[in-house]
């Protein structure tokens, strides 16, 4: 596995402290966030220092019931060839449903949900992680993710659920402690028990990153400081096995660079301090051993031949390799229809008010419900920061009002315009200076109509009444 070191979290707002810190071997950049043909200079003269730079998506949707989409693929494995990126890296989570499995209407989460530790949902993971490797240049790692709301009648621990991901698709694991520490809030797993059972051998790298705690739900916010918790798991993890990289992700709030100085050097040292723990635990285990050899039964002349390597070993007493597993037959469209349902009928919940589905906590739907709704108004008002200018500090109350009777579709850009257009057609703005303003917006990006000629009809009255006004 390849050595990484310490890392950060490239994002636009802090690049040039990045550039500028001490010790920094590599960085993380959001895949979709790079234009392959346009890379920002900060990265470009990152890699002329030698310094590692890996495509992270947030989009791909290995989790989704349907295989992965060719042209995200496609996306992907460019950034990472202009990049020269050693391996790339996305989630464990579905982030889109409905379509044509469900023959129901697609919604996007706009958000990372958890996948069901199912025999099912491992079996669809394992299929769309197959095709990913397949189609790309480098190897892939996946991320375990937060979660807030846990799913019914769940077959496997968040352990067992990625040792077996790893051991039939041989993918590469990056494991997030942050999110250990989130899933022990929210859903009462142990994280030291989720990293007994990892298979530590597959790790390519470790995110740390910081959040809240509010009303006894822990919110992965990536924009507040590494907690003491996160900092103890990534100290245990580092006990089990030398962590081939660790990078501390942040996305909001960014604090000055000297305290983001700190947190990397608080996190060295609690990697530094989980490889002294191990050295211990192994030598004491070591000794243990020895004792046991010198004063157990097989003591003496001969006792090779009662403690040596058994019919399972190979040379050198290591674990002789497993037989590999016959190619897999390809996954039957029922297996990924029972998915598909299931994930509808959950995304539908959370995005379009329909009823919860049986076996889920109602209160902590309604806690995610309003996450999602949240994070779309700050993500539209990133990728449009014209919106909350031109509504003013009304933009946020107009916002989550949209948002309950209107599901995303097309990804945070058409979101920014389909809210535009329903806040014109709705006529929540009187008049003045910002609805003048909002018009020529939504003119200016609306340009020629991709959507269903079912609405080219509501389009085009639109663009009337705008023009009348």
């Known amino acids: 596995m390849r050595r990484l070191g310490t890392g950060i979290g490239w994002r636009p707002e802090i690049a040039d402290a990045v550039e500028r810190m001490p010790g920094i071997d590599w960085v993380e950049a959001v895949a979709e966030n790079v234009c392959p043909g346009h890379l920002p200079d900060s990265l470009l003269r990152l890699r002329e220092r030698g310094v590692t730079v890996i495509p992270h998506g947030v989009s791909l949707g290995l989790g989704d019931a349907e295989r992965p989409d060719a042209g995200r693929l496609a996306a992907l494995a460019e950034r990472a060839e202009a990049l020269g ?28 949900l958890p996948v069901p530790r199912t025999r099912d949902a491992l079996d669809v993971l394992c299929e769309n992680v197959r095709i990913a490797q397949d189609a790309l240049p480098v190897p892939l790692a996946v991320e375990n993710i937060a979660a807030l709301i846990a799913w019914p009648g769940e077959e496997m621990t968040e352990g067992q659920f990625l040792y077996e991901l790893a051991d039939r698709t041989g993918v590469r694991l990056l494991i997030d402690v942050a999110n250990l520490h989130t899933n022990h809030v929210n859903r009462g797993e142990d994280p030291a028990k989720a990293l007994a059972e990892l298979p530590l051998e597959a790790i ?27 900092l103890d798991i990534l100290t245990d993890l580092a006990s089990r096995v030398s962590p081939p990289g660790v990078l501390l992700e942040r996305d909001e709030n960014f604090p000055e660079p000297a305290e983001l100085e700190r947190e990397l050097g608080t996190i060295r040292a609690a990697v530094e301090a989980g490889g002294q723990e191990g050295a211990v635990a192994r030598a004491r285990a070591s000794a243990r051993s020895h004792d046991a050899t010198e004063t157990g039964p097989g003591a003496g002349a001969g006792a090779g031949a009662e403690t040596g390597p058994g019919p399972e070993a190979g040379a050198g007493g290591e674990s002789a390799p497993r037989a590999p597993e016959p190619a897999p037959t390809a996954l039957g469209e029922a297996t990924r229809r029972r998915l598909g349902l299931a994930q509808a009928s959950l995304l539908s919940a959370l995005v379009a008010g329909t009823p919860v589905p049986e076996g889920f906590d109602r209160v902590r739907l309604g806690v995610q419900s309003r996450a999602l709704a949240a994070k779309r108004a700050d993500v539209v008002a990133k990728v449009a920061p014209e919106l909350p200018l031109i509504l003013g500090s009304g933009y946020r109350t107009a916002f989550l009002a949209y948002a309950q009777g209107h599901p995303m579709h097309g990804g945070y850009r058409q979101d920014a315009l389909d809210f535009a257009e329903a806040t014109l057609l709705g006529g929540r703005l009187a008049g003045g200076r910002a609805r003048r303003e909002l018009r020529r917006w939504w003119l200016d990006r609306s340009g020629p109509d991709p959507r269903p000629k079912s609405r080219l009809g509501q389009v085009g009255r639109v663009g009337r009444t705008l023009i009348r006004r």
């Open 85 to 112: 990126s050693p391996l790339v890296t996305e989630h464990i989570a579905f982030v889109r449903a409905g379509g044509h499995l469900t023959a129901s209407p697609r919604l996007e989460a706009g958000h990372l």
């Open 204 to 230: 390519a790298y470790v995110h740390v990153a910081g959040g809240f705690e509010r009303d006894g739900v822990w919110h992965d916010s990536h924009a507040h400081p590494v907690p003491r918790p996160v």
